[in-house]
Every structure is written in structure tokens, then in C-alpha cells.
């Protein structure tokens, strides 16, 4: 992996240079790179990231899945970026296409998260208006933080009773079925969560970007053409005013850049 931007303020080192030659990058370096914020909640709000991969042709997925499109080095990132978060904040659909489990505690961001008083592990939440999941399933019998479900005030009381039963912090983040991107980004950083990472999909996403809650995202362009009628990274309808965002890092390995851009 390397460094392609931002460019070195100077060369008078071989160390400040280090980053612009290809190299393994190890779980530290990464982590450092992709830190959020201090105290992100300070003023209250949660610090919303993205992350999606794309083709060079704009699908977000190939046959429904979002892995052919990946590498290892983007899963190397995949699993830094949970690692960083308190939450990872995912649709329903996304759960069920690509078979969601719970995230894992892992010793290499052990002491990491200890410091900065998070969980062994991020919880996933779900977003769901019919909370049409799988409750005996192991994203609800085996995480090792309770998974969160974020629905709607209108929500099927008997499956919100299922839900609870199988353990799950169910959080009510709407008036109708679905939920308001703010209610629920506000609900999350009320519980202390405010590192909080999306992994989509696109309609999930798509009302994060509109609602003006995205804070950054972290962009894979995959050296890939499908073809094929896959949606982009973010589904629904258009802003009457496009979201403004300014690129801060920019890593690449085999061909795939690592994006990163945060909203102005």
C-alpha cells in the first residue's frame, strides 16, 4: 500500500517519504490513518462515516453482493474501520443479501478501544421498517454487544417484542415505519455512541447523504467494469442542492484507491 494524497509538505527525511513507496501497512498505521475525530460527541452529535466500495463503472455490488468487488487490502480496511467504531450501521436488505454477523472483538484493537472507553466490539445496528429478521439467527444469538434495531414509531409491535426477547436494544427513530436519519443518528449518540460507521446500502446511505447527517466517506474505486444494472453507492431521490465534500487521504494498492473525503 501506498500514499497518494495528501503529497508530503517535505522530503527532508526518508521517514516522511516512507508512505509515498509501496509498503505492508500494519493494523496501527491503518488505524491511525483512518481515526475519526477527538471526542467526536463533544457537541453532542455522533461523527456518521461511511464506507462503500464501486466499481470503475459505479455499481455498488456485482450479483447482489458487495465482496466481488472487494480485495484483501479493502478488507484489510473494512475490518480497521469496525474496529474504530462504536456502532456500524446497516439496512436490513444489506443484512440479509450479504449475510450479516456479529462483529468480533478483536486483541489487536483491544487496548484501543479500552482508552477511549468503547466495547470489545461495535454493535450492529439494523435499520428496518418491518423488522422482517431473522431473531434466532447469529447477528441476534451470538454478538458480543447486543445488536440495536432502529425502526419506526410504526412499527410491528409482536416483532418488536421478538426482537427484545432475542436480546436486541430495539430504538424507536421515527414517527412512521421508516426512520428520520437524525432521529436515529441523535438516538445513537444519546446511548454514548459517537463513532458511528455505515456500511449501506445505497438507500440507507442515500438518506444519510440527503439528510445532511454524513459526516465522511470512505470511497474503495475497485479497478473493475460489470456492466449490469447495479445501483451506485447511494439510492433515492436527488438533492436539490448537491452535498459539498473535500478529499483528505487517498491510500492505493493493486490498482483499488482508498478514498476518504469529509463534508464541508
Request: proline share 10%.
Given at each position: 500500500m501506498r500514499r497518494l494524497f495528501p503529497p508530503d509538505r517535505s522530503a527532508a527525511t526518508p521517514e516522511l517519504l516512507a508512505d509515498r513507496e509501496w509498503r505492508e501497512w500494519n493494523l496501527?498505521?491503518?488505524?491511525?490513518?483512518?481515526?475519526?475525530?477527538?471526542?467526536?460527541?463533544?457537541?453532542?452529535?455522533?461523527?456518521?462515516?461511511?464506507?462503500?466500495?464501486?466499481?470503475?463503472?459505479?455499481?455498488?455490488?456485482?450479483?447482489?453482493?458487495?465482496?466481488?468487488?472487494?480485495s484483501d487490502a479493502d478488507m484489510r480496511i473494512f475490518g480497521v474501520l469496525r474496529g474504530l467504531a462504536d456502532v456500524v450501521v446497516v439496512g436490513a436488505e444489506t443484512v440479509r443479501h450479504e449475510g450479516y454477523r456479529p462483529a468480533r472483538a478483536r486483541k489487536a484493537f483491544a487496548e484501543r478501544r479500552k482508552?477511549?472507553?468503547?466495547?470489545?466490539?461495535?454493535?450492529i445496528a439494523v435499520v428496518t421498517a418491518s423488522l422482517d429478521l431473522d431473531f434466532a439467527g447469529p447477528l441476534f444469538s451470538e454478538p458480543v454487544v447486543p445488536t440495536i434495531v432502529l425502526t419506526g414509531a410504526a412499527h410491528h409491535t409482536h416483532r418488536a417484542d421478538a426482537a427484545r426477547a432475542a436480546g436486541a436494544d430495539v430504538i424507536i427513530a421515527g414517527d412512521g415505519e421508516g426512520i428520520d436519519p437524525d432521529g436515529a443518528v441523535q438516538a445513537l449518540a444519546d446511548r454514548g455512541h459517537t463513532r458511528l460507521l455505515t456500511e449501506g446500502g445505497p438507500r440507507l446511505l442515500g438518506q444519510f447523504a440527503a439528510s445532511g447527517d454524513l459526516d465522511e466517506l470512505c470511497l474503495t474505486l475497485a479497478p473493475l467494469v460489470t456492466v449490469g444494472a447495479a445501483p451506485r453507492i447511494m439510492d433515492g431521490h436527488a438533492i436539490a442542492d448537491p452535498g459539498r465534500f473535500t478529499l483528505t487521504s487517498v491510500l492505493e494498492e493493486a490498482g483499488f484507491l482508498f478514498t476518504r473525503y469529509r463534508r464541508i
Open positions: 496501527d498505521e491503518l488505524a491511525e490513518a483512518y481515526a475519526y475525530p477527538e471526542e467526536p460527541g463533544a457537541s453532542g452529535r455522533a461523527w456518521l462515516r461511511g464506507n462503500m466500495v464501486s466499481s470503475l463503472d459505479g455499481a455498488a455490488h456485482h450479483g447482489g453482493r458487495s465482496q466481488p468487488l472487494s482508552a477511549l472507553g468503547q466495547a470489545p466490539a461495535p454493535a
